[in-house]
């Protein structure tokens, strides 16, 4: 399969659509963490209802299982348009690119309205240094 290249206008028309594909999986990220704690305390406290408990575990890992199922589709989503989701939590895109002659990845983080920054393949965000037009 040949790799995707964007220019700067491809990679800011797929923004919105990226961004709440994005907003989704951070949402079910932070419902997975707090099903996780519920899942947690209804295992430690398990010695005395046995039965009750059991089924409540059972119900708790679907939902889990769930949740993980639908994070798995809007990764694809954002996969299948040819961006990078390099940090959920961050909220941190790359865009593949070609930039005098060189590849690098244009980088876009959540709030931002459009993107402004790129970076070398192997540099990540810290090294992020403005698209100068």
């Known amino acids: 399969m040949s790799k995707i290249y964007f220019t700067l206008e491809e990679a800011n028309e797929l923004l919105p659509t990226l961004e709440k594909e994005l ?13 996780s704690k519920q899942l947690k305390k209804i295992k430690e406290s398990t010695f005395h209802h046995l ?5 409540s575990v059972f119900m708790k ?3 889990l299982e769930f949740l993980e199922i639908q994070a798995q589709l809007h990764v694809y989503n954002i996969e299948a348009s040819g ?3 390099k940090n959920i939590e ?3 895109l790359d865009f593949p690119a070609i930039i005098q002659g060189e590849e690098v ?5 959540q709030g931002e309205s ?3 920054h790129f970076h070398g393949e192997d ?8 698209i100068d037009e």
């Open 114 to 116: 459009e993107i402004t």
């Open 51 to 55: 039965q009750t408990e059991t089924d």
């Open 90 to 92: 961050m909220g941190l």
């Open 83 to 85: 961006a990078q989701l």
């Open 105 to 109: 990845l244009l980088c876009w983080k």
């Open 123 to 130: 540099e990540g965000y810290t090294g992020r240094k403005p």
């Open 61 to 63: 890992e679907s939902e």
């Open 23 to 35: 907003a989704e999986l951070q949402q079910l990220r932070k419902e997975f963490q707090y099903k």
